[in-house]
């Protein structure tokens, strides 16, 4: 790839043929605001922040869609350019509410931020402001059209990351709006809830949704057994939302912290993560001998089955009948906790703090309530629970660690590994070698379930059976192969799919405004976990262990189906 030199603020620096201005400022450390621009996808240049002034040239360039040129001389931060992207602002501002004190968004929000910088501190321009409804209909998103400020950054991840194309844009000029189809509910459009598009909006125009009244009233209620339960993504994630470094594993602290909150008792959800592992693995085998329908795709990540339920409802037959591990350490905590604390399970509010807000949708499935009970009464994201956290008025940095409860507190290395794309097939591998071995995989880490690839294929002879496996790593990555397992492909057998990409670390509940190297950090630490931890397979968990023994005998039993196993069903897509 040829270099040549380019000058920047009276400074030479090195750009590369054929990209563009904002890639070449970037890569050497010059940041340029902007407010549409996504990295991996074409540019629109809608915004005009990115805005460069090129000598030569009588217009403003927009950075993120210019190529550099080898003759180039750019000021990045003139007079000239920092009036322009003032006005942008100032227009962007002229009919947005006036409500940051109130916004969900309000201190992580980029147009907030670019007014700040850009020190933007009287009106010039007055605007009619939009008072569009907001969009309460989804079970996980809370859309306020009022907030839009029409960047299209949503509707190009839906449609060009994530394959759904729920939004769009509506209407025409000064009437245009981003919504689903004919402006209709989220609940009726093809959404999947896997929230990417919060996570790439720079306004409080698409937030999860929330229900914090509810659950400080339970805190506070002596009458009721509050029960949280933590996704095995949430230790490494938690730690950003309090300025330390991407990565970093809180575990303890973190179970320390929502005691101090009021939390009766604290879970951690890799130990369901393990239950899920080992009645997925017994399901598997059961499909190969038996000739079941295969390949068996995973089921814990619901976004992917409300994919299916919509788009490939011939496939729904191949999804394993598993619970996800949310739902399965609900079940258990309702039914088996209860009965050995001999709590009422009415009694007791249930929790599961989450990367993910398609976990929102699934706890109110109706397949997810037993006589009565629902297995997950309330869903919080990283987010949502660190702001509980601030709410309290908890030091995360002044707390010591604490251990999780008794009688779900051991967990696997494998339970851990369902954070991430990839993980969940690597587990399920080591958990097939030994039940059909007895013995441990002797392979420590398997390089091609853990790269970045978009489709990840991997085959493995164990005992007498020779396993093909792949993954798919984000939802817009999925149609090739699904439509090749249509079409007759068989020498899969088990097929993992993580909609967000990345994994769970990637998911749409995970804190705002973090960049690509945020998520690697935490992908890194969960296989640094991985490799300290001296437990594989779920199959050596003494927490789980003592479950089968005591309560559920063994994978796949009658008490397992009953508690542990669901079905889907095709799902009308109206918009």
Not at 182 to 200: A, D, P, R, T, Y
Not at 464 to 476: E, P, Q, R, Y
Not at 506 to 516: E, F, L
Request: some cysteine; overall charge neutral.
């Amino acid at each position: 790839m040829m270099f040549f030199d380019i000058e920047v603020n009276g400074k030479t620096i090195k750009a590369r043929n054929g990209e563009t201005i904002l890639s070449a400022l970037e890569r050497n450390a010059i940041s340029v605001p902007t407010l549409c621009h996504i990295r991996g996808l074409q540019p629109s240049g809608a915004c005009r922040m990115c805005v460069v002034e090129v000598e030569g040239r009588q217009g403003l360039i927009p950075a993120c869609s210019h190529p550099v040129e080898e003759w180039m001389k750019i000021r990045t931060h003139s007079p000239r350019v920092i009036k322009a992207r003032k006005t942008n602002i100032e227009l962007l501002l002229s009919n947005h509410p006036d409500d940051c004190l109130y916004c969900e968004s309000n201190g992580n929000c980029e147009l907030q931020k670019f007014a700040e910088d850009l020190y933007v501190r009287e009106r010039r321009f007055y605007g009619k402001k939009n008072k569009y409804k907001t969009d309460p209909s989804s079970a996980a998103i809370f859309r306020d059209p009022a907030k839009c400020i029409l960047c299209g950054r949503c509707i190009r991840v839906c449609e060009e990351v994530q394959d759904i194309t729920a939004l769009e844009f509506i209407g025409r000029g000064n009437e245009m709006q981003v919504g689903p189809a004919f402006n209709k509910g989220m609940n009726l459009s093809s959404c999947i809830n896997c929230g990417q598009c919060i996570m790439v909006c720079p306004t409080g125009a698409l937030t999860e949704k929330k229900h914090p009244a509810e659950l400080q009233e339970m805190l506070h209620n002596p009458a009721i057994n509050t029960i949280i339960q933590c996704s095995p993504t949430l230790s490494v994630t938690l730690a950003e939302e309090f300025g330390l470094r991407p990565g970093k594993d809180i575990e303890g602290v973190m179970y320390a912290v929502l005691r101090k909150i009021g939390f009766d008792h604290v879970f951690d959800t890799s130990f369901a993560a393990d239950l899920y592992i080992a009645e997925l693995t017994n399901e598997l085998l059961n499909r190969i001998s038996s000739g079941g329908k295969l390949p068996m795709f995973s089921s814990c990540c619901p976004a992917w089955i409300k994919y299916a339920e919509q788009f490939r409802p011939g496939l729904l037959g191949n999804i394993s009948v598993c619970k996800s591990p949310q739902q399965m350490m609900g079940s258990v905590i309702s039914n088996h906790f209860t009965q050995l604390k001999k709590i009422q399970p009415e009694n007791i509010y249930s929790v599961s703090a989450m990367p993910c807000i398609a976990k929102k949708f699934e706890a109110q499935r109706e397949q997810m309530t037993h006589k009565g009970i629902t297995d997950v009464d309330m869903v919080l994201t990283t987010r949502e629970l660190a702001r509980l956290i601030r709410l309290n008025g908890i030091d995360v940095q002044q707390v010591e660690s604490e251990m999780a409860d008794q009688p779900y507190r051991t967990r696997s290395a494998s339970g851990k590994m369902l954070a991430v794309s990839g993980g969940l097939t690597e587990a399920v591998i080591r958990a097939l070698h030994f039940r059909i071995t007895g013995k441990d995989l002797p392979l420590k880490r398997i390089p091609e379930l853990r790269s970045s690839k978009a489709v990840k294929e991997f085959s493995i002879k164990i005992g007498d059976f020779k396993l093909g496996f792949a993954v798919i790593n984000g939802m817009g990555n999925a149609p090739e192969l699904l439509n090749e397992i249509e079409s007759g492909r068989n020498d899969l057998h088990f097929i993992e799919v993580m909609a967000c990409p990345g994994g769970c670390v990637g998911g749409g509940g995970q804190p705002a405004g973090k960049n690509a190297g945020s998520v690697r950090n935490r992908i890194k630490a969960i296989y640094e976990i991985d490799d300290k931890e001296p437990v594989k397979t779920p199959y050596k968990n003494p927490s789980l262990n003592a479950l089968y023994e005591t309560f559920l005998i063994e994978p796949g039993s009658d008490e397992s189906v009953n508690l542990l196993q669901t079905n889907y069903q095709k799902r009308e897509v109206l918009l």
